[in-house]
């Protein structure tokens, strides 16, 4: 039993999602299609649409990537004046159609469908609790338990049941729930991750990214604020502070990495900016002599332009990246991934012949993509020297609120001092960012979640989840 539960557990934390959702067009389906492509970054194993006419839920999912999934034909399955869509990506062991959300269930009340990105730290304490009083489980994916809480509430009002349900969870949300007649986003009260409301056409707009509202042509107009919860239907829109927002907790490494660079998050802050700044704090922190600056496509480019440029060195393309390939973080097996740098990546000749090279990427977590590339630069390219440049500290805890990070015991630098990993991937030196010059970087830098590079934990754990926390402490 024991067992059974460690391992749902690190099954379960590794998720990364986009969610979408639309009020008032009659082309709802099809704008949220539109806003889960722009959001295809987020999640790529499955994706799911579910409309209303006012009357019923219709819902769409597969397995697979938007445009391949929403056919004209799955689309003219889903009528109504509104909709909400999710695109989920989550690693071996919970990956099957019956997790792909939005998650749909009917109850009392009426039918609702969540669409959730984030993960909850007490969702197996919530599920055992749940399961003892009767729930039967569609689906062993967190967000389920948000369903079977809100059904299972005292209360009166779907409003008063969801705040309670709210209260219940614990982690990472930024919620999306469709009924017959209203659409209601949350976030929870740290905003750990992204949540923007939109204009479009009459119509408002949610999504896990402004990226999504400029496909479209919405116009964004705010973010949902930590704790808030957002209920549209035909009296308008109402915010209600739903839960008590003590103390802000955005997952930096949106900023990083995860978030797309011509997207506005955080309040509006633009993630090409911060990441071009990322790059210009990791020159200043660790100038090298050099001839070329060179990114690691696509998730190294804005912070190589920012180092080039603070550190005076010309800027080139000497990897160039096929887009026809997943993220190698997909691949689930540890011999695909090795496999999977070099279909992704290939280096230029002309470029790199005879050049020190200075190549700026934006994280190592295992180790293997940098020691991949560093041999590719050397061996293929010609370079006489390769320099890694990290545009974020040394990745050393887990995350427990919905970034795919592998355990602890995984992470090259959870176990690793820097000269090592640079020996490990064979580059001549290897800088990363310090925590502070992370920090420099944001404004307001104290309502960020850093754990990933600090191991200071923002939402604190149940009790047995501390547990499996040390025990993957190397
Ligand atoms: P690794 O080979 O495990 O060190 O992976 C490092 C590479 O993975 C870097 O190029 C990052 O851009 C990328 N990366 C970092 N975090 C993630 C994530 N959560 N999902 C997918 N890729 C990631």
Known sequence: METQHTNRLF???????????????????????????????????????????????????????????????????????????HNRYSTAGSSSLKNVQPLVANFSLGTIAIAHNGNLINADQLRERLEEEGAIFQSNSDSEVIIHLTAHARHDSFKQRLIYALGEISGAFSLLVLREKELIAVRDPYGV?????????????????????????????????????????????????????????????????????????????????????????????????????????????????????????????????????????????????????KIKLNPVRNILRNKRVVVVDDSIVRGTTSKKIVKMIREVGGAREVHMRISSPCTVGPCFYGIDTPTRRELIASSHLVEEIRKYITADSLSYLSVEGLRSCVPNPDDYCYACFTNDYPISFPGEHLQQMELFMV
């Open 193 to 341: 991750r992204p949540l923007s409301i939109g204009r479009f056409d009459g119509a408002y707009v949610v999504a896990s990214e402004t990226c999504a509202f400029d496909l479209i042509g919405a116009e964004y107009i705010r973010d949902v604020e930590p704790g808030e919860m957002i209920i549209i239907n035909e009296h308008g829109l109402e915010s209600v502070q739903a839960l008590n927002s003590k103390k802000r907790a955005f997952c930096i490494f949106e900023f990083i990495y995860f978030a797309r660079p011509d997207s506005y998050i955080f309040g509006g802050i633009n993630v090409n900016e911060i990441r071009k700044a990322l790059g210009r704090q990791l020159a200043r922190e660790s100038r090298i002599e050099a001839d070329l600056v060179i990114p690691v496509p696509d998730s190294g480019m804005p912070a190589a332009l920012g180092y080039a440029e603070e550190a005076g060195l010309p800027f080139d393309l000497g990897l160039i990246r096929n887009h026809y390939v997943g993220r190698t973080f997909i691949e689930p097996k540890q011999s695909i991934r090795h496999f999977g740098v």
């Open 11 to 85: 099954y379960s934390i590794h998720e990364e999602c986009g969610v979408f959702g639309v009020y008032g067009h009659p082309e709802a389906a099809n704008l949220t299609y539109l806003g889960l492509h722009a959001l295809q970054h987020r999640g790529q194993e499955g994706a799911g649409i579910c409309s209303s006419d006012g009357k019923q839920i219709y819902t769409e999912k597969a397995m697979g990537l938007v445009a391949d999934i929403f056919t004209d034909r799955r689309l003219k399955r889903l009528p109504g004046y509104m909709a909400i869509g």
